[in-house]
């Protein structure tokens, strides 16, 4: 599976926008981009994901870069409920798509 | 609502001890994991399950076993737990094998084997 890189902690402010970012330099034509996210003491959150266009939901943006080798989480106001573990992980079309495979993260502090 | 059900929440045991979680989901999807979360080595899948009475081995199988009887429970069966086995374990299930599908998961349950 192609691996992604991302900072292991982050800071902000609340009502802040946020930029997580993820390297993903070896992904290929047919990785998907998805972003989960773990709130302390509950099970890994589905937020958005993406394979070439920048994407919008309720959640959250999530832009990626023309060579898609690497990609953004933007929290737009960022909330205390905000605070988490964010994964960016890549699932391939052809791969072995029963399982996600979690890196370490970003941990997100949100200050009040 | 839709969800991902696990029970229970904490449990503590002692080794050797049979023990099963169980898991369950409202949403019909035919794709359901276990996983492990230690600190230091993230997630890691137990076995998944590609429908009824389709299981097979994930990343770390060893001395845990599944089953899948019905579409929605996928329980998690430690026959003899040793104290290796302590760990946060989620369950997950998804709609298909697509890559562009999301996952979703339950809350966690928290084991601890003495």
């Known amino acids: 599976d192609a691996k992604t890189t991302q900072p292991n902690s982050m800071e902000s402010n609340e009502e802040e926008p946020v930029h997580l970012p993820c390297n993903h330099s070896t992904i290929s034509g047919t990785d998907y981009i998805h972003w989960y996210r773990q709130l302390p003491s509950q099970g890994p959150e589905y937020v958005i994901h993406g394979l070439t266009s920048n994407v919008n939901n309720r959640m959250a943006s999530l832009a990626i870069a023309e060579d898609r080798k690497s990609s953004t989480l933007i929290l737009h106001r960022a909330t205390l409920r905000d605070a988490a573990v964010y994964y960016c992980i890549l699932r391939d079309v052809g791969g072995s798509n029963y399982k996600l495979t979690f890196g370490k993260g970003t941990l997100l502090t949100v200050n009040p | ?114």
């Open chain 2, 1 to 114: 609502e839709a969800q991902v059900t696990q029970n229970p929440r904490y449990l503590i045991t002692v080794t050797g001890k049979k023990l099963t979680v169980t898991c369950s989901q409202n949403m019909n999807h035919e794709y359901m994991s276990w996983y492990r979360q230690d600190p230091g080595l993230g997630l890691r899948q137990i076995y998944y399950s590609m429908n009824v009475e389709v299981t097979d081995k994930g990343d770390v199988p060893e001395g845990y076993k599944v089953s899948r009887k019905e579409k929605r429970n996928f329980p998690l069966i430690l026959e003899s737990p040793s104290p290796n086995q302590t760990s946060l374990y989620f369950c997950a299930s998804s709609p298909s094998d697509r890559a562009s599908t999301e996952a979703f998961f339950g809350q966690g349950t928290r084991l601890t084997v003495v």
